[in-house]
């Protein structure tokens, strides 16, 4: 018998976002979630042994949900309090400009999201350039993934985070009046400044806020 109350416990001890998701996947997943797993025998009981158990794994369900998003905003909680402490630098600045996307229809997949941001990119950009998805967490979309981009310019040659992305939460979907079980959707979010600098080789973030008209002049 699954001891749900433990796994319980082992949401309440994630000790990051990737424990947590991992123990989502663990738990709720679709075609293998502990979870799932269990409400696929119920079809093999008797009305009354159905409908007892179908309320206790609901009951169950309901919980696990509720303790995985209160940890996940205690994640956040954290992540907010980090940058509240305005670190600037030469990539990061808490004053930053972004260009959003949405789309929903019936059908939309991770797959079509991708073909977008790629194509996107290698028309803002070019088709040399250098880039890489990985998993990330963003509270509207599930799931949630970042965009990297190769920055190389004089002495620096690193990864830079230009844009996060993902397939819209049902939940979003609902309260916007759509039912998901019909309709999909993605949204994506590129940070300009980011851009600007892979695109033109600039180094600095911060020379983009001096008004240096030597440098704007360059994008005029």
């Not at 319980?8 to 502990?34: F, P, S």
């Not at 409400?39 to 369900?61: C, D, H, I, Q, V």
């Not at 290698?122 to 990330?136: N, Q, V």
Request: contains cysteine; hydrophobic residues 40%.
């Amino acid at each position: 018998m699954t001891n749900w109350a433990q796994h319980l416990a082992e949401i309440e001890g994630a000790a990051t976002e990737a424990d947590l998701n991992a123990l989502e996947l663990k738990l709720l997943g679709r075609k293998q979630g502990a979870l799932t797993e269990e409400l696929k025998t119920l079809g093999a009981m008797s009305p009354e042994e159905r409908k007892a158990k179908g309320a206790e794994l609901n009951e169950w369900k309901k919980k696990i949900e509720d303790t995985i998003a209160s940890r996940r905003s205690a994640f956040g909680h954290a992540r907010d309090a980090g940058l509240s402490q305005d670190i600037v630098d030469a990539t990061h600045s808490p004053m930053f400009h972004q260009c959003e996307g949405l789309m929903v229809d019936r059908d939309v997949s991770l797959a079509n999201m991708k073909a977008v941001m790629t194509d996107a990119l290698h028309a803002l950009l070019g088709e040399g350039i250098e880039f890489r998805f990985r998993t990330g967490f963003f509270p509207f979309v599930k799931p949630g993934l970042e965009i990297d981009m190769r920055l190389k310019t004089g002495t620096t040659d690193r990864w830079l985070e230009v844009a996060g992305c993902g397939m819209v939460h049902p939940t979003v979907l609902t309260h916007g009046g759509i039912d998901p079980a019909k309709f999909q959707g993605f949204a994506f979010g590129f940070g300009i400044e980011r851009l600007l600098m892979i695109k033109h080789g600039i180094p600095d973030l911060r020379s983009l806020y001096e008004n240096d008209l030597r440098l704007l002049k360059q994008f005029a």
